[in-house]
T-cell receptor, first 111, second 111 residues
């Protein structure tokens, strides 16, 4: 597929701990998205980057979530402190020819 | 913001029959409507999309129709096969914007 790498693939933490996820849109595309997919639901957009700048972070819980994209390539998404309701799959996507392609995701379990 | 409604939540059809999944959207500015297929534990995969300047698009056994006036679009799968069993998500956006997803349809193909 359009080449989006994510790590780690799985993470288990206790509530109130912090966690970070990494994404590399291998194809090096300018636009990058982070989505949260809670079990049984569709993905929900958290943040959209265009190169290094944030285009849309209206649904990002900014009191605990943060994201950055350095040099317009890799991106990290951080949660601090985590809550039980943050248990979800965190998906990174790039944009190629007007279409969004997802990485494999990071499955986060907060206990 | 955009709101996407998707029906039905579960659809069971006999192998070889057709399946239809319907979605409505609220924002008349949306102009891009992709459909994703997600198998258990895997990433969403883009299967077909349509833009607002087109009324219908077909790719082998799958087709998508768009009615801009009524703000609804549908996915049609003909001659269903066991490998079509999955969760299907519709989504909407304004071009390169982040996607707003429906809640998903669990398609079950009965042998």
């Amino acid at each position: 597929e359009a080449g989006v790498a994510q790590s780690p693939r799985y993470k288990i933490i206790e509530k109130r701990q912090s966690v970070a996820f990494w994404c590399n849109p291998i194809s090096g595309h300018a636009t990058l998205y982070w989505y949260q997919q809670i079990l049984g639901q569709g993905p929900k957009l958290l943040i959209q980057f265009q190169n290094n700048g944030v285009v849309d972070d209206s649904q990002l819980p900014k009191d605990r979530f943060s994201a950055e994209r350095l040099k317009g390539v890799d991106s990290t998404l951080k949660i601090q402190p985590a809550k039980l309701e943050d248990s979800a799959v965190y998906l990174c996507a790039n944009l190629r020819a007007g279409e969004q392609y997802f990485g494999p995701g990071t499955r986060l379990t907060v206990t | 913001g955009e709101n996407v409604e998707q029906h039905p939540s579960t659809l069971s059809v006999q192998e070889g029959d057709s399946a239809v999944i319907k979605c409505t959207y609220s924002d008349s500015a949306s102009n891009y409507f992709p459909w994703y297929k997600q198998e258990l534990g895997k990433r969403p995969q883009l299967i077909i999309d349509i833009r607002s300047n087109v009324g219908e698009k077909k790719d082998q056994r799958i087709a998508v129709t768009l009615n801009k006036t009524a703000k609804h679009f549908s996915l049609h799968i003909t001659e269903t096969q066991p490998e079509d069993s999955a969760v299907y998500f519709c989504a909407a956006s304004g071009g390169a914007d982040g996607l707003t997803f429906g809640k998903g349809t669990h398609l079950i193909i009965q042998p």
